[in-house]
């Protein structure tokens, strides 16, 4: 069955910074790959997603992800968090029931 | 479209009595999932059904737990008797054939806390 698994449960960045989440899958075949975020108190929104075609794709609030075969993963990158990206993130496979990781916790350090 | 609906957006109740939570798909949208979040097992998907029809419930916990799907337009999923445990986020959303590729639209949530 396919899977994600996000190794990361807590990463702690400064504003400013640059961010790197990790996900990596296991599918057979090209996998439809997600990545939402999830603000405390709040419902699942999706960042970006990826199917075929480039490997780089980009997303909403200034999020990319780049999806790498050979690695089996879709790590999603901002360049410069902001404070609002302290949020838990999910990256997430689809194969009619949408499976996801266990979710990394991003908080933003001033 | 209004997105996915979901009500209540909170619900306290004492342990042993029965919850009723309610969810109103997308318009057009054929599949509808519900899905719970807790701290200790993440994003759980309980069941989806397709054409308002159940198709996998092999994630619903206990014979407690039931989903219906009446119509195309809306769903429940009921807890009778509830237990502290089932304390959690509730999340339902919905797709259509031949969009999985664009990712399921989710409601805000449903949060139960049984006492």
């Known amino acids: 069955a396919q899977s994600v698994t996000q190794p990361d449960i807590h990463i702690t960045v400064s504003e400013g910074a640059s961010l790197e989440l990790r996900c990596n899958y296991s599918y057979g075949a090209t996998p439809y790959l997600f990545w939402y975020v999830q603000s405390p108190g709040q419902g699942l929104q999706l960042l970006l997603k990826y199917f075929s075609g480039d490997t780089l794709v980009q997303g909403i609030k200034g999020f990319e992800a780049e999806f790498k075969r050979s690695q089996s993963s879709f790590n999603l990158r901002k360049p410069s968090v902001h404070w609002s990206d302290a949020a838990e993130y999910f990256c997430?496979?689809?194969?009619?029931?949408?499976?996801f990781g266990a979710g990394t916790t991003v908080t933003v350090r001033a | 479209d209004a997105g996915v609906i979901q009500s209540p957006r909170h619900e306290v109740t004492e342990m042993g009595q029965e919850v009723t939570l309610r969810c109103k798909p997308i318009s057009g949208h054929d599949y509808l999932f519900w899905y719970r979040q807790t701290m200790m097992r993440g994003l759980e998907l309980l069941i989806y059904f397709n054409n308002n029809v159940p198709i996998d419930d092999s994630g619903m916990p206990e014979d407690r737990f039931s989903a219906k799907m009446p119509n195309a337009s809306f769903s429940t999923l009921k807890i009778q008797p509830s237990e502290p445990r089932d304390s959690a986020v509730y999340f339902c959303a919905s797709i259509l054939t031949g969009e999985f590729y664009a990712g399921y639209t989710f409601g805000s949530g449903t949060r139960l806390t049984v006492v």
């Open positions: 997430a496979v689809i194969d009619y029931k949408l499976s």
